[in-house]
Each structure stands twice: as C-alpha cells, then as structure tokens.
C-alpha cells in the first residue's frame, strides 16, 4: 500500500467517524497526535519511526493481513508469525534467505506483542554491622 492510499483511507476513516482523528487514531493503536502529524506530514521524528508508524497503520488497514518484503506478497498475520517462528532451514538456499529476511523484518517485529519487561529483584542487604555481628556470636 503506498503512502497516499494510507492517507487517503485513514482521511476518509477520520470524516466517517464521530470522534475525528483521536477515534481513528484508538483504533489504529496509536496516539491523536501521532495520526495528526502523519497525516499532516508534521510529526517531528526518525524517519524509522515515522516508518514503524506507517506499517503500523499499514497492517491495520489491511485487517490481519501483512505485505512481505520478501516474497512481495500479502499474507495472513498467522502465516507471516509461522515464518517467523520455524527453525532455521538448512540445505535449501532460498529458505536459508528468507529465514534471515524474517530475522531483520519491521513488519514481523510489529505483528509481535511487547515482551512485559521483568523487573531484577534485588537480594536484601545486610548492614556490615549486622554481618559482623552475626559472625562473632
């Protein structure tokens, strides 16, 4: 999908809906700012953001179904994450190179969920006090 066909979607998605862009933008996974300054071509960041962004809408628009690099056509999400999740091939070269295409994919890494990041608990102190104390008794 190119950038106007997006654009003009998503324009037209903002006029149907009672709550303008900031409905659109919920539905997109995305903040009314952030839909506003790309639509608007105002959004002030790295262009692989603004990229990350675009796929984003991107696969939303096309409801569960993904555009890959590799093999330059559309696939469901579950087919896309089934390539993703294999083992590495061995012995047939262009599996080896789509496997390695897979690794470094935006469009795959977008389709997975955010690891919950795990906080480190700390081991509890002991005051050097309490330590020597504890081996003098």
Request: hydrophobic residues 35%; proline residues 7%.
């Amino acid at each position: 999908m190119s950038q106007p066909d997006w654009r003009s979607q998503v324009m037209a998605m903002v006029k149907a809906d009672a709550k303008g862009i900031a409905g659109v933008a919920k539905r997109l996974g995305l903040t009314r700012p952030q839909l506003s300054g790309l639509l608007h071509d105002t959004y002030r960041a790295s262009p692989a953001a603004k990229q990350s962004l675009v796929a984003r809408i991107e696969i939303a628009l096309r409801e569960g179904h993904v555009l890959c690099p590799f093999l330059n056509r559309e696939l469901a999400e579950r087919e896309c994450l089934a390539f993703q999740d294999r083992p590495q091939p061995s012995g047939i070269a262009s599996e080896l190179r789509h496997y390695i295409a897979c690794e470094s994919c935006l469009t795959g890494k977008l389709l997975r969920p955010a690891a919950p990041r795990t906080t480190r608990k700390s081991k509890p102190t002991t005051n050097s006090m309490e330590a020597s104390d504890a081996r003098t008794a």
